[in-house]
């Protein structure tokens, strides 16, 4: 069974940094690109960042450009994502989601992590 | 970046009827080398992550129940649930992913009962 569980989220102030983490399981890690897509509180899906299979290869909104970085580890079957600098309007749910190559849809979700940046 | 709208914002529907949600995209979707519409449609349930129902334009997701749904071309798409059920309440987005690596949603449309 697929699984994607997200962790690290938690209540941090503006200008300071967290680490989220997404533990995989149940399927071959290394094959797959990997995204971030946060919702804010009542608010639509927004896609945050990839990374192809092999990590070679990263992309970012506009939004946390400069700021966010995403990274693997396919030894370990984990996603990350470092954000920096963090402001209020990031505060959202975090999700990881599993992609197939370039241009697939999320077929697979996780649970979500919860970040909220406030003082 | 593509920018996708939906309607309506919300609709309540009676348990049993159809319920139809409409997408439209700024540019094109589809690829003309493969003939294929990049545009998924995801369902979100209250307290839940999104599920993918139908890639493709128009193809189901294993497991996805056949009252579900998708059709259109180009920059238009409907998703339809032909016969509403309680457990269909929740919110609906649909997603291109023609333009990588931006893969831009629609706002989500509120399926309720009536």
């Known amino acids: 069974e697929v699984q994607l569980v997200e962790s690290g989220g938690g209540l941090v102030q503006p200008g300071g940094s967290l680490r989220l983490s997404c533990a995989a399981s149940g399927f071959t890690f290394s094959s797959y690109w990997m995204h971030w897509v946060r919702q804010a509180p009542g608010k639509g899906l927004v896609w945050v960042s990839r990374?192809?299979?092999?990590?070679?290869?990263?992309s970012y909104a506009d939004s946390v450009k400069g700021r966010f970085t995403i990274s693997r580890d396919n030894a370990k079957n984990t996603l990350y994502l470092q954000m920096n600098s963090l402001r209020a309007e990031d505060t959202a749910v975090y999700y990881c989601a599993r992609g197939g190559a370039a241009r697939t849809p999320y077929d697979y979700w996780g649970q979500g992590t919860l970040v909220t940046v406030s003082s | 970046d593509i920018v996708m709208t939906q309607s309506p914002d919300s609709l309540a529907v009676s348990l049993g009827e159809r319920a139809t949600i409409n997408c439209k995209s700024s540019q094109s979707v589809l690829y003309s080398s493969n003939n294929k519409n990049y545009l998924a449609w995801y369902q979100q349930k209250p307290g839940q992550p999104p599920k993918l129902l139908i890639y493709?334009?128009?193809t189901r997701e294993s497991g996805v129940p056949d009252r579900f749904s998708g059709s259109g071309s180009g920059t238009d798409f409907t998703l339809t649930i032909s016969s509403l059920q309680a457990e269909d309440v929740a919110v609906y987005y649909c997603?291109?992913?023609?333009?990588?690596?931006?893969?831009?949603f629609g706002p989500g449309t509120k399926v309720d009962i009536k």
């Open positions: 493709w334009a128009s």
């Open positions: 997603q291109q992913y023609y333009s990588t690596p931006l893969f831009t």
């Open positions: 990374i192809n299979s092999d990590g070679s290869s990263t």
